[in-house]
């Protein structure tokens, strides 16, 4: 190997130890115990414990906020899936007028600050009574879920032979048909890509689960992580963040490692104009 591959190789190697040694401090001290989190490093644990995970679940009912995270999220990546798909399909294949500034104005909301809109969606969620529900989630969850999902479709749907469309509308198939049984299915690979990023998308979303939810039995897992300390300025505990940050974080990279290809592949077909 020449000089210049080790270096690179050395460059490479520093970049990747420096990203995971975060991830490796967070799951040694969730395995610390609490006397000895702030006595020394934890990074080579001597002795490993199940103290803090136990305490998540018996004394915090961490199962709550988990439950609330996968129906919130589940449902915004479903409604966003679904109705994003026909979105995008219109904009990709139909010509009507100010499709294009349309697909900018889908762009522009999905850059939209939420902070901004906070406080009239309260408003809005608490004349509604939604406020602390599972609607009352999901609705604020879909004005940045549903931008995202139209964007990325469109660019699948684009990608599509529309050879194949015309041989369908030949054979007497409606528009709505074309959708459902050329369309989706030839999409299929997009759309799950687009659901995967959806999903993670939500069950990291933490403003509008902070100012929507108002009690523990709506927490999601990022206000629940973030409340952990009960408002005490003097006690933290550590131990039990690192480990709820540790049962969070571990499926979801699974489901990124296992669709990953899926991802990259998706997102670079989704980027090229057809």
């Known amino acids: 190997m020449t000089a210049p591959s080790w270096r690179w190789l050395t460059v490479t190697a520093a970049m990747v130890a420096a990203m995971l040694f975060p991830v490796y401090w967070v799951v040694a001290a969730s395995f610390t115990p609490e006397s000895r989190l702030l006595a020394a490093p934890p990074l080579v644990p001597q002795t490993l414990v199940l103290d803090h995970y136990r305490a998540l679940f018996d004394a915090r009912d961490f199962w709550t906020p988990v439950r609330n995270s996968l129906v919130v999220a589940g449902l915004t990546t ?22 294009s500034p349309i697909l900018a104005l889908v762009l522009a909301v999905s850059m939209f600050p939420q902070i901004s809109i906070v406080s009239p969606l309260y408003l809005l969620l608490r004349e509604l009574r939604l406020l602390n529900t599972y609607p009352g989630l999901v609705l604020p969850y879909l004005t940045f879920a549903m931008p995202l999902t139209i964007w990325l479709l469109v660019g699948f749907f684009r990608q599509l032979p529309a050879q194949l469309e015309e041989a369908a509308f030949m054979d007497g198939a409606s528009r709505l048909r074309t959708l459902w049984s050329v369309v989706i299915p030839l999409a299929a690979p997009g759309l799950a890509t687009t659901a995967i990023l959806t999903f993670l998308y939500s069950w990291n979303e933490f403003l509008f689960a902070l100012s929507f939810a108002l009690g523990p039995e709506r927490y999601t897992v990022p206000v629940a992580i973030a409340l952990l300390s009960g408002g005490s300025t003097f006690e933290i505990p550590w131990g039990a963040i690192m480990a709820a940050s540790v049962i969070v974080t571990v499926p979801l990279v ?10 990259v592949s ?9």
């Open 266 to 274: 998706g997102l670079t077909a989704g980027g090229v104009k057809g």
């Open 78 to 99: 479903i409604f966003s899936v679904v109705l994003g798909a026909g979105c995008a399909y219109a904009l990709a294949r139909l010509q009507f007028p100010g499709k």
């Open 254 to 263: 699974v489901l990124v490692l296992i669709f990953q290809r899926k991802i």
